[in-house]
């Protein structure tokens, strides 16, 4: 049986035509889909006939929320959604004056190591479809009751590390018949995986490409993120301006700042070295302290003085503005909490 929410509009309209039904339909079922049914009688534009074909050879996963949190401060809504097969993963959704963007997962825990996150403690269980990534979004616009208009994937696991479904995942959301996000309205975040990102770069997709950095040298990067001792630094950075001179789209690179770890006045010249003159953007994320690590963000002052240091070697620089931080944020930690329970 397939899940016809892991097809492409493409490969839907094919499945459709193949059983000898026109082609039109194929909008129809993707509009329900993107419209978040849960059942084929839900379609009720759709003969029962073709409903019944549908269930004979288909069937349409769900997510549902199995716990949600709404942050006082600024109502930043968390939520643990659970999959058809019981396993769980986080989704966010934060209210700005431009709209509302949600934050998606696209695996069960993540295989990537790195040091300062809960995600990837339990290592990875396994790759989200396509159908179930989408769904996420569907869902967390369900409940927030108003459109979606910007995803990040920064939730739980590595997209580049679940290339295929991700790509499925990008060009659903995409669809004119389905939520039409724009690319310009996404933003995909990856630990830096080079030969993927290389690929990413040949589909031409005008999306926000968010780079993992945590670090100026292999030396130290390779202290907190495993990846580190499969590409280095300077190869990233090489990937990342091929991205640029592709998709004309400025890069954001990532940056937890960690108390004596990467927190150096030399670490922000170094930084600054690495990365001046590329269409780039610098975001400083004081790291969250996550139970099972030791790691301190740096005291405000300090944040602040790293950050001018960038500034005054001519780079962009934003500190990362904590929402929800009355509701467990970080990464990982809500599937962490639920399944120690
Ligand atoms: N695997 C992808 C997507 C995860 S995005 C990636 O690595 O980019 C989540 C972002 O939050 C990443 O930049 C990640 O490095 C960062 N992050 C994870 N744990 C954190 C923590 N404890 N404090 C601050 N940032 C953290």
Not at 28 to 54: A, H, P, Y
Request: proline letters at 2%.
């Amino acid at each position: 049986m397939i899940n016809l929410k892991d097809l492409t509009f493409e490969e839907l309209e094919k499945l459709i035509s193949d059983i000898g039904e026109p082609k039109f339909r194929a909008k129809q079922i993707f509009t329900w889909i993107c419209r978040g049914v849960s059942s084929f009688d839900e379609m009720t534009d759709i003969s029962k006939n073709l409903r019944s074909k549908l269930a004979e050879i288909s069937y349409l996963s769900n997510v549902k929320i199995a716990e949600k949190y709404i942050s006082k401060i600024d109502g930043t809504r968390k939520y643990l959604v659970e999959l058809d097969d019981g396993n769980k993963v986080e989704c966010v959704a934060m209210f700005y004056k431009h709209g509302i963007t949600v934050c998606i997962s696209c695996q069960v825990g993540c295989a990537m190591g790195c040091k300062f996150c809960a995600s990837t403690i339990g290592g990875k269980i396994r790759n989200l479809t396509p159908g179930e990534i989408l769904d996420q979004v569907i869902c967390v616009q369900k409940d927030v009751g108003e459109r979606i208009s910007n995803i990040v994937m920064m939730g739980i696991g590595e997209p580049l590390d679940n290339f295929e479904n991700v790509i499925k995942f990008l060009k659903n959301v995409n669809h004119e018949y389905g939520l039409n996000i724009g690319y310009r309205h996404i933003s995909l975040s990856t630990c830096g995986l080079v030969d993927k990102i290389y690929k990413l770069s040949e589909y031409n997709f005008p999306l926000t490409l968010s780079i993992s950095l945590h670090a100026p040298n292999d030396k130290i990067r390779k202290t907190i993120m495993p990846v580190a001792n499969k590409f280095s630094v300077d190869e990233l950075i090489t990937a990342c301006k091929k991205y640029i001179e592709n998709n004309s789209r400025r890069i954001s690179f990532e940056y937890a700042i960690i108390k004596g770890v990467n927190d150096s006045d030399e670490c922000a010249l170094l930084l600054a070295d690495k990365i001046k003159g590329m269409l780039c953007h610098v975001n400083l994320i004081p790291v969250n302290n996550v139970e099972e690590n030791k790691f301190e963000k740096p005291d405000k002052n300090h944040i602040i003085k790293f950050k001018s240091i960038l500034e005054s070697k001519g780079i962009n620089v934003t500190v990362r503005r904590e929402l929800g931080s009355d509701i467990s944020a970080s990464c990982g930690q809500l599937r962490r909490a639920n399944s120690n329970k």
